[in-house]
């Protein structure tokens, strides 16, 4: 009796340490898989914000251009000079170009402050006539050239951001051209994709929100003194209140906060601001651990199958999730990349489109007069010229709309012809420019027909010739080739007089943040070279004994 009274007396103690070892062992995998679960959201939510400012930063560098083109623009310089006559064309030159680029507006003030010209000009809240003189950016602009200003605005009491420059010397400024820009749409699409997402300048204001009643008002962390009647001015709030973001979110048993990743956005000076929301994460790796916890008590046998059933369950579903969202910034990159591309090249085809414009109104002026001399053979001549330069105006602006273009298509047979001859018109301006020596593969090497992406293909090749530009300076040479590789493979070269990729950066070219250039980010190439591979091919940088070279591999049609 005894005995046995001392074994139940030892099984309730084992039973109890079970029990106790267990209870234990369960509080730790909840922690285990709550800090995984907040790792996994930090990792996420850097890469989502990273791409988030790359997609911003290439918005705003497509419409640094716009005033910086038109500064220099004669007609512009007339008209704020006094002379008035190409009003109307002005008025109807800056409407074709706000719908194009999407502009709020664009609009043109004398060194009075009054505007002279608007995009707007035929709207009942048409910007002409109005005084900007007590403006920041209009004072700014005329002081130092340039200025950018977010404010809401007088007529519209939308806010958006202004950007302006100078027209005219320092001396003797002529007045200002200004583009104003709204991100209504982008703010949208972060309601629709984030927790929460807000971006602040570099006094803490908030200027864009995915939440509308988060704008204008000052993030944690700045004390800066203030000045009521600037700031009523500017945003509508003479005190703009602190800014209080969403509360701790219930996840399990404790209370987890908001996770917040700051990015900073160039170059504006501002920072963009990402919150991500840990507890659906934390609530799927809480439930899972408990349920391994608790099969770890039955069998042992069984729990170590279930384990290693559940572990393999979960690093498929973690690496399709990962891939998903991999597969989305992938696309995500490559589109800011091509944005950012483009608004480099900006400049460049608005001197492409104003030199047949020009042309164009000649034209059109003889032909005028001709047909009133009753010259009218002459003149059928003239609106033909005039007719050409209008479809060589059509091929620019097509050309650069398919390129900004978001791919969708499926890869398809493609001469190499039609890639070669895309890029070149985007970047015909800067070989001019940079007085480039450009040598063509022969018309029968670039017929052949590779299996690929139209868009994809001309966005490695921009890529490529843009690094060749500025490597090469003014008075370079490049040259392209095409020939035959292995495996049914076709391999477009670009080779370049410039100093070369240095040795030190050879192994790690093509990784991401990588890069020679003072003011690059490096992902250029890394992008490149993903989007080559996708294709089936791939992209290889070969040792030249001078210069750079650079190889595109994708598969013959």
Known sequence: M???????YLASIAAAAVLLLAALAMLGLDRAMRVQALAETRAAADGQAA????????????????????????????????????RDLLNRRLAALARQTRAAAIYLIDAEGITLAASNWDQPDSFIGSNYRFRDYFTGALRDGTETEFALGTVSRRPGLYLAERVGPAGAPLGVVAVKVEFDS?????????????????????????????????????SAPRDPARDAMRYGVARPQPLELPGAVAGGREAVRMIEKIQPIAPAGWELHLLADPSARLSVAVANGRL???????????????????????QARAAAEIEAQTATLREQLRQANRLATLGQITAGLGHEIRQPLAAMRVYAETGERLLAAGRTAEAEDNFARIAGLAGRIGEITEEQLHFSRRSAEEPRDIRLAEVIDGSLL?????????GIALALPPAEAAAVTVRARHVQLEQVLVNLLQNAVQACGEGGRIALDIGAGEGGMVR?????????????????????????????????LAIAQDIMRQLGGDLLHEDTPSGARFVMVMPAA
């Open 2 to 8: 005894q005995g046995r009274l001392g074994r139940w």
């Open 51 to 86: 791409i988030l400012a790359a997609g911003l930063e290439s918005e705003l560098n497509k419409f640094t251009l716009v005033p910086r083109v038109l500064a220099g623009d004669p007609d512009v310089a007339d008209l704020l000079a006094g002379n008035g006559a190409q």
């Open 186 to 222: 982008l703010e949208a699409k972060w309601r629709q994709a984030e927790d929460g997402v807000f971006v602040t300048d570099a006094g803490g204001i908030v200027l864009l929100a995915s939440n509308p009643d988060w704008r204008f008002r000052v993030a944690a962390g700045d």
């Open 292 to 314: 391994a916890g608790v099969s770890a008590l039955g069998l042992l046998a069984l729990a170590c199958v279930g384990a290693v059933l559940w572990r393999r369950q979960r």
């Open 426 to 434: 985007l970047l015909r301006d800067q070989f001019r420019q940079q």
């Open 492 to 524: 477009l070269g670009v080779s370049d007089n410039g100093p070369g990729v240095p040795p030190e950066l050879h192994d790690t070219l093509f990784q991401p943040f990588v890069t020679s250039k003072a003011q690059g980010i490096g992902l250029g």
